[in-house]
């Protein structure tokens, strides 16, 4: 599938902020119950806690014609965060597919990321002691070669049409760097600069993220008013709306320069 967006290559020696626990507030245990006994806590073994942060589909168009679905979820099991993804084309007889499952820990270091598609090829990327080591296997090749990067294990995953990664990286940005203040959200260090990963293309790049403030925008003919975030970089410039009041889901993507649109359903 040809990306929607190429990432430039560029190494961020920037530490990019760390995902706050907040967002990913953990399930209550089954298990915790006032009416517990505490024979039984000690006793029998607590089952893993799932929670599920958010979950549903976007969709990408380019020149106005639905070209790719996205579906998502987004859960957190006993501190770890787990973020999966599917891609699939909606044209063709046999419509191409690529997935990916994204594992970060609680304060966003990268435990493990992995893709995957139907045409053949896979690629995973984990910690290499303090930095990253992605791996990569060709279609039709069993042979695996490693591919280094000199980024912390803090640093963002923004694969290629993945829009959820997306979704992801604004959470870490707005709990870091903004806080409340008289209804509206007020961010006290400007634009944040992230170091970022792209698997595809086996680059790394830096990006900023920026608040713009409350926009009214038009999603499936309604009118909302979202909250509108800018991210840029070498070559890249997107407009991107969550909602504030529903846990600041991504809602909407423009890519003016592609000319692109991605869309929650």
Excluded at 11 to 39: C, E
Excluded at 65 to 92: P, W
Excluded at 167 to 186: H, M, S
Aim: glycine share 8%; aromatic share 6%.
């Amino acid at each position: 599938m040809k990306p929607l967006i190429a990432m430039r290559p560029g190494i961020s020696s920037l530490a990019v902020v760390l995902l706050a626990a907040s967002l990913w507030a953990p399930a209550a245990h089954a298990g915790d119950k006032a009416g517990d006994k505490a024979g039984d806590k000690k006793d029998k073994p607590k089952a893993a806690s799932v929670q599920t942060v958010d979950s549903g589909s976007f969709g990408v168009f380019v020149k106005g014609q639905r070209v790719v679905t996205e579906t998502f979820n987004i859960q957190q099991s006993n501190g770890i965060n787990i973020i999966k993804a599917q891609l699939k084309e909606t044209s063709g007889a046999d419509p191409v597919t690529q997935k990916s499952e994204m594992r970060i820990t609680a304060n966003g270091d990268l435990l493990q990321y992995d893709w995957s598609q139907s045409t053949g090829g896979s690629l995973m990327v984990v910690p290499n002691n303090d930095f990253l080591l992605e791996k990569i296997t060709p279609p039709g090749s069993s042979k695996t070669a490693e591919k280094p990067f000199l980024m912390p294990i803090a640093s963002s995953i923004l694969d290629n049409n993945f829009f959820v990664h997306r979704e992801v990286l604004i959470w870490r940005y707005l709990q870091a760097d903004c806080a409340p203040n008289g209804g509206d959200l007020k961010c006290q260090k400007g634009p944040a600069q992230f170091g970022i990963l792209v698997p595809q293309d086996q680059t790394s790049a830096s990006v900023r993220l920026d608040l713009v403030g409350k926009e009214k925008v038009a999603i499936h003919g309604a009118e909302r008013e979202l909250l509108r975030l800018n991210l840029k970089g070498e070559n890249i410039e997107w407009s991107l709306w969550v909602d504030d009041q529903n846990q600041f889901k991504l809602m909407r993507v423009s890519i003016p320069a592609d000319d692109t649109e991605v869309v929650r359903d």
